[in-house]
């Protein structure tokens, strides 16, 4: 529940202004929130010049009030950093710390969920790496086997992914413990999953680039995603509920690659209207 400390709160009218769902209004000048159409955004609690507002079913030791100095950073700064991220591949020999792994979860944690459902949950893989990426190229081998049996024309452009696919799992049966064209030998995974698609993507994007600010690297395996979704096995080794999707998984690790300058793209498409 939302609630107003009375005695802090001035009657300024700042947030039932920014109340997007309307649930709040002045009466006696103090605000009241009617708890009925409020989403809990905590919108309320960040405008609030009087500190008035709070709740009780979040922790409030996540409230940080705005410093400028903290809080800033400069457009071109934050521009130049998403140019220079790559994606990683080759990752030194050296385990995550769980502190920097759950400051990116944080990063994830933050990001804003459509009606503020908070709807994405994280699976942090470590300890059993191994035995999860035996289980996804199995999915992908079995994959690859309908693809290049298939004579469904749709498939056909995939046949050059199902041939690597089988490639990657006999190389696995035949040495464990060579190559890895899955999770190219990285320590960690963080499987990101919710039932919206959009919630989910758009906290990884973010956990991506709190990645890159920890010094770490990461790629998102698409393999892994499509091996995932539609096998039971690696669903109820990573305990997945019903209903829950399996939206990004970052690989991630400490780069032992280092580069020296960003890339050009393609030319933005814009229409102005």
């Keep these: 529940m939302m609630k107003v400390d009375k005695e802090k709160c001035i009657g300024c009218g700042l947030c039932a202004k920014d109340c997007f769902v309307n649930d709040i209004q002045i009466v006696d000048k103090k605000a009241e929130i009617n708890n009925v159409t409020c989403i809990k955004c905590g919108h309320c609690i960040a405008i609030c010049p009087k500190n008035a507002v709070s709740t009780d079913e979040y922790n409030m030791d996540d409230v940080k009030e705005y410093d400028k100095e903290t809080f800033n950073i400069e457009p071109e700064n934050l521009l130049n950093f998403i140019k220079f991220r790559r994606t990683i591949r080759n990752f030194k020999d050296k385990k995550v710390e769980d502190e920097k792994l759950l400051k990116i979860i944080e990063a994830g944690r933050f990001t804003q969920t459509g ?51 089988l490639q990657m799992y006999n190389s696995h049966k035949e040495n464990p413990d060579g190559e890895d064209n899955l999770f190219f030998k990285a320590p960690a995974l963080i499987v990101v999953v919710s039932d919206s698609p959009v919630n989910a993507a758009l906290a990884s994007s973010n956990m991506e680039l709190m990645t890159d600010a ?57 229409s102005w209207k």
Aim: glycine share 8%; charged share 25%.
């Design 214 to 270: 920890l010094g770490l690297g990461t790629f998102f395996s698409g393999f892994f995603v499509r091996a995932s979704n539609d096998d039971n096995k690696i669903r109820e080794f990573l305990g997945l509920q019903e209903g829950k999707q399996i939206v990004t998984c970052m690989v991630i690790g400490y780069p032992n690659v280092t580069y020296k300058r960003t890339v050009p793209r393609k030319d933005a498409v814009i």
């Design 115 to 165: 009606s503020n459902s908070q709807n994405v949950s994280y699976i942090v893989v470590k300890d059993k790496i191994e035995e999860l990426r035996g289980l996804v190229l199995e999915s992908l081998k079995n994959l690859g086997e309908y693809i290049l049996n298939s004579k469904d024309e749709q498939n056909k452009q995939y046949k050059r992914y199902a041939q690597m696919w």
